[in-house]
């Protein structure tokens, strides 16, 4: 059965409470398809509601193999973009710069699927139950390729406004996230079950309507995703140390850092670092830290805006980790604290002033970057009253060791109940949904 035209509209429910709404689109071109999806959700985020808005245009041949694409992702004054297309077997990024900007080219084994926020990166079309797809997926939302792996499970009738339609039920694993999805006969998504009670489901555009006019008693999704704790951690800033089991459903490879943090088997210990001491003089010359002190599409560290404010906030300091506390402290002071659900870059972030933890980091680590000072971003969970919530901070080098600083709390260094569970760039973090609504804590030990 040949792929067909179609323009699908999507309820978006988030623990049966009215999010947004989607419109996807599957447009035949001469020698393809054009794949347009618009997102528009709200989050409670802290009870604050925020607004988001993905849009994402893709040009991909009668396989559903990728061209190119344009995203863009808009959350009230901050925004992000990403172009890209394919040029034989290299994926070209077009990456924003002081100027023109420049690419990055990523050579792959075959031309992907694009990931899409709404719709499937191609039909599952001719299923039977027990079939296993494996599909190469492009993610332009990180800028890295994926596999998804999609088992059919059962072929079973789903009631969407209120007639029953054939289907196929599906579990697609992708980034190490299980979705449950129901498909129709031509291949499209009717519904789509997420971690943390995101529904999404065709509908039509009255219906939608109806919901639009209805009560958006929106759960707050900081909540939802926090990690559950078995246990009891005191409030302490005296704290030692924690120890802790790690529980759940999947399997993690949450970092042994080295200096505060130890993982041996599913126990995970992190102790407080000792004063940090510095090792050499600013700017470090060591190979070993080029990776850490390279500019990146979100660490814009080599923007003249970037580098003024960096030599402003430092100035003639030598001493690492005094640099490192004058970066911290400026961002702390520096920014206003709003919730900022976007992929934040360096410049956006000291043009506006503002973000949440992700914000901070970002900034902090690019301007020690751009003073020659290595730095990168921790992504975890911090302890907060009655449970462990995600955040991000920094880890300076000193020379001997590694030593963290939260520029959203100012703290330098950070407590015990800073949890890292991965370092790396803005293309890395939404790694952590791997863990959302399956990692769980028992405290085993903390004083």
Known sequence: M????ADDWFLIRIRGAYSGVGRSRQIQTGNGWNLRDD?????????????????????VDSDFRLIAFDL???????????????????????????????????????????????????????????????????????????????NVLEKAALEISDRKVEAWRVRASFRAVDMTLWVDREGRLLKGLMPLGITVIRSDRSEIAKEMKGVRDLPDFVSLAAVQVDGSIPDDDQLKFIRLKVQGQGTWAIPSDGFRQTLEGSELSITREKPPKAGYSLPC??????????????????????????????????????AAQLINS????????VPTPSVPDAYSVLQTRQGDCN????????????????????????HLNDGFYYHAWVAYWGGQNWFTGDPMMNLLPVNPTHITLLYGDVDKHLNVISFLGLLKLKVLEAG
């Open 39 to 59: 997102l528009n959700i709200s989050l409670n985020l802290q009870g604050r509601i925020k607004p988001i808005r993905i849009t994402s245009s893709a040009e």
């Open 330 to 337: 400026w961002v702390a002071n520096n920014l206003k604290k």
């Open 285 to 322: 010359t060591d190979p070993k830290m080029e990776e850490h002190l390279a500019p990146s599409r979100f660490l814009r560290s080599d923007h003249p805006e970037i580098i003024k404010a960096a030599k402003i906030v430092v100035g003639d300091e030598k001493d690492p980790v005094k």
């Open 2 to 5: 040949a792929a067909t035209e």
């Open 72 to 150: 863009k992702v808009s959350s009230g004054i901050v925004s992000f973009r990403q172009k890209g297309r394919m040029e034989g077997r290299d994926l070209v990024l077009e990456l924003p710069g002081p100027d023109r900007g420049g690419t990055k080219r990523i050579r792959l084994a075959e031309r992907p699927r694009i990931s899409r926020s709404l719709g499937l990166p191609a039909p599952l079309k001719d299923l039977e139950v027990g079939d296993q797809i494996r599909m190469p997926i492009f993610d332009p939302m990180d800028g890295n390729k994926w596999e998804a792996v999609i």
């Open 359 to 382: 914000e901070h980091a970002v900034l902090a680590v690019s301007l020690a970057r751009a003073v020659g000072l290595p730095a990168r971003i921790a992504v975890g969970l911090v």
